[in-house]
Nanobody, 125 residues
Framework: QVQLVESGGGLVQAGGSLTLSCAAS????????MAWFRQAPGKEREFVAA????????YYSDSVKGRFTIARDRAKKTLYLQMNVLKPEDTAVYYC??????????????????WGQGTQVTVSS
């Protein structure tokens, strides 16, 4: 069974950058989709970015497109989220997710069975 552990969150000024990591263990990811979601206080969890572990079908939310990049290192079994030009509204707990989901549900929480514990990202203005 796949397990996920996120790292890399922290406090950054607006306009700065952070890279989140999500280390996977316990199973093969060959047929998986991987994603990042985030949840701000008092708000629902929202989609940020997703890709199939094979490297195909990459998606981004409109709010992060052009600023964030999702990528993976197959040898390290690690998913990354490179976040540039951060804004205060990017402040949230960021979650890594994995699932054998179909393409049409890659941007939805219901498409993912396995979640990490989350890592806090705070962007100050």
């Amino acid at each position: 069974q796949v397990q996920l552990v996120e790292s890399g969150g922290g406090l950054v000024q607006a306009g700065g950058s952070l890279t989140l990591s999500c280390a996977a263990s316990g199973g093969t990811l060959n047929n998986y989709a991987m994603a990042w979601f985030r949840q701000a206080p008092g708000k629902e969890r929202e989609f940020v970015a997703a890709m199939r572990w094979s490297g195909t079908h990459t998606y981004y939310s409109d709010s992060v497109k052009g600023r964030f990049t999702i990528a993976r290192d197959r040898a390290k079994k690690t998913l990354y989220l490179q976040m540039n030009v951060l804004k205060p509204e990017d402040t949230a707990v960021y979650y890594c997710a994995a699932g054998t989901t179909i393409i049409s549900t890659m941007t939805r929480t219901l498409g993912y069975k396995t979640w990490g514990q989350g890592t806090q990202v705070t962007v100050s203005s």
